[in-house]
């Protein structure tokens, strides 16, 4: 149950991230509440996990989730870069929390 509250908490983190790109593009009452919502919720998730998960283990996959997910959001909907080499340091970044849900 702690790895999926973590894996939903990363998932909020990257709703947080893309909040704040959109506050940027047009500050707005819907953009700000799922700002708040978005990181309330990833905190909330993360501190929950926290009390199951080694506290660097789940630290380092809750960045990991939002760092990709983050970039791939970003990719799909701002029209960022979707060079191959960041495609290949995101798979490496997915592949460093798999490892370390592996070995925790």
């Known amino acids: 149950m702690a790895w999926i509250v973590l894996i939903i908490a990363g998932m909020f983190e990257v709703l947080g991230v893309t909040m704040i790109n959109k506050l940027n593009e047009k500050p707005s009452f819907k953009n700000i509440s799922l700002f708040v919502l978005g990181f309330a919720g990833s905190f909330g998730c993360l501190s929950y996990s926290m009390s199951y998960l080694p506290m660097g283990t789940a630290y380092a996959i809750w960045t990991g ?3 990709a997910g983050g970039a791939v959001v970003g ?3 701002f029209q960022e870069s979707k060079d191959w080499k960041r495609l290949v340091c995101i798979a490496l970044i997915l592949a460093s929390a798999v490892g370390l849900k ?3």
Do not use: E, N, P
Request: proline share 0%; hydrophobic share 80%; no cysteine.
């Open 75 to 77: 990719m799909l909907f």
């Open 102 to 104: 592996l070995i925790a």
């Open 65 to 67: 989730i939002g760092t």
